[in-house]
């Protein structure tokens, strides 16, 4: 059975840092692409960042220059390093990892709030 084991989420001030991580294990036919979503109290839940097995990324508007995605892929690990977090990057992050037969699965979802 996959499992997508996330970390990092916390309550940090406007301006701070956290860094996510989420290392997936299980996964057959080999990872593609990994990646986070957000979703915050009362939105749909909306991509932040993705990153291929190259190393190819894409981000969200909203938080390019300020997020930066990296994978580890001898350990199936994606990170998050979030900067200069605002009060709007609140929500709940999950980790999003899809292999090569284009099959996805999701974390379990960690808590990130950033007060004002």
């Known amino acids: 059975q996959v499992q997508l084991v996330e970390s990092g989420g916390d309550l940090v001030q406007a301006g701070g840092s956290l860094r996510l991580s989420c290392a997936a294990s299980?996964?057959?036919?080999?990872?593609?692409?990994m990646g986070w979503y957000r979703q915050a109290p009362g939105k749909q839940r909306e991509l932040v960042a993705f990153?291929?097995?190259?190393?190819?990324?894409n981000y969200a508007n909203s938080v390019k220059g300020r997020f930066t995605i990296s994978r580890d892929n001898a350990k199936d690990t994606v990170y998050l390093q979030m900067n200069s977090l605002k009060p709007e990057d609140t929500a709940v992050y999950y980790c999003?990892?899809?292999?090569?037969?284009?099959?996805?699965?999701w974390g379990q979802g960690t808590q990130v709030t950033v007060s004002s």
């Open positions: 999003n990892v899809r292999n090569y037969q284009s099959v996805t699965y």
């Open positions: 990153i291929t097995r190259d190393l190819t990324t």
């Open positions: 299980r996964v057959i036919f080999g990872i593609d692409r």
